[in-house]
């Protein structure tokens, strides 16, 4: 079993930066996949960003590319996202998930664990 807990999210304005951590507990990481979705208010939860186990490729989604950063220290059972140059759009509760996959890592139903979420929302 892994636990997974998100922080970091808050409010910030267009424009700003957030970090936000996910921590595990219960097994280690180096052996998952570690994602990262949005949920919307009234969407259906999206595809974020990957991080892959077996060699660390990252994934993003078209919308956060070359405004987000995954990344990972698997000695600290931590998962961390990266987000700058923030946009309204982005408001969302953010979820931390773990596979064991490394393939159809953008896909939601293909995580076995999931945080609690944390929220980020970006004023205009």
């Known amino acids: 079993q892994v636990q997974l807990v998100e922080s970091g999210g808050g409010l910030v304005q267009t424009g700003g930066s957030l970090r936000l951590s996910c921590t595990t507990s219960?097994?280690?990481?180096?052996?998952?996949?570690m994602g990262w979705f949005r949920q919307a208010p009234g969407k259906e939860r999206e595809f974020v960003a990957a991080?892959?186990?077996?060699?660390?490729?990252?994934y993003y989604a078209d919308s956060v590319k070359g405004r987000f950063t995954i990344s990972r220290d698997d000695f600290k059972n931590t998962v961390v996202l990266q987000m700058n140059s923030l946009k309204p759009e982005d408001t969302a509760v953010y979820y931390c998930?773990?596979?064991?996959?490394?393939?159809?890592?953008?896909?939601?139903?293909?995580?076995?664990?999931w945080g609690q979420g944390t929220q980020v929302t970006v004023s205009s």
């Open positions: 219960g097994r280690t990481i180096n052996s998952y996949t």
């Open positions: 998930a773990a596979t064991a996959l490394t393939i159809g890592i953008r896909i939601l139903r293909n995580y076995d664990y």
């Open positions: 991080i892959s186990w077996s060699d660390d490729s990252t």
